[in-house]
């Protein structure tokens, strides 16, 4: 792979967890490159480590060992201020349960990442819930919409700032299969329009194969 494409580089990953007097080993030696652009889906069984990986890559659990590196930056040798500076300008998350903040509108949510920056985008976040088909609910609230409309909320949200990667960690499982579907096709097709790298957890083999690699997490390394 050439490394003027690699994004993301992680070497040599381990994490672990101790419980009670117990040491889970959950991520165990984990290389992985990652290219500007790709669609990468990790999947494997409940437990198998998909979730810690993903929350390592995005700059979310530090590991006990080894290095991610984004672009030419090392994630966690950088200051605590400059990691999230790094979060907020060059990554987005969207998650399971949407995390909307239940008292703000639709376009207030999709502001958040922007106000976070210092910046205020107000037409941007109109025209990216018109992206995703939600022009005409912009001023409602999470409770006023269905969980596919939530989630669409949640992706325009997480292109508010035009990210480099987004990090999306089962974002249709709260979803039935129809507006699953829907959600992931649109973030797909959003991930080539905004030419961003995209890392999706997901336990659906089905739902992965539209991605352009599938990793299999396996007992804490990749299959």
Known sequence: MCMENVLIKATDLHRGYDIGKKRIEVLRGINLE?????????????G??????????????????????IGDQELYKLSKSN????????MSYIFQNYYLLPELTAVENVLIPALIGGRSKKELAIKTLERVGLGHRTDHLPAELSGGEQQRVAIARALVNEPEIIFADEPTGNLD???GDEVMQMLMELSDEY?????VVTHDPELAKMGDRTLIVKDGIIN
Do not use: H
């Open 34 to 46: 990652i290219k500007r652009g790709e669609k990468i889906f990790l999947c494997g069984p409940s």
């Open 48 to 69: 198998a480590g998909k979730t810690t990986l993903m929350y390592t890559l995005a700059g979310l659990e530090k590991p006990d060992k080894g290095t991610i590196m």
């Open 83 to 90: 990691q999230a500076r790094l979060r907020n300008q060059r």
């Open 177 to 179: 299969s129809k507006n």
């Open 195 to 199: 030419n961003a790298t995209l890392v």
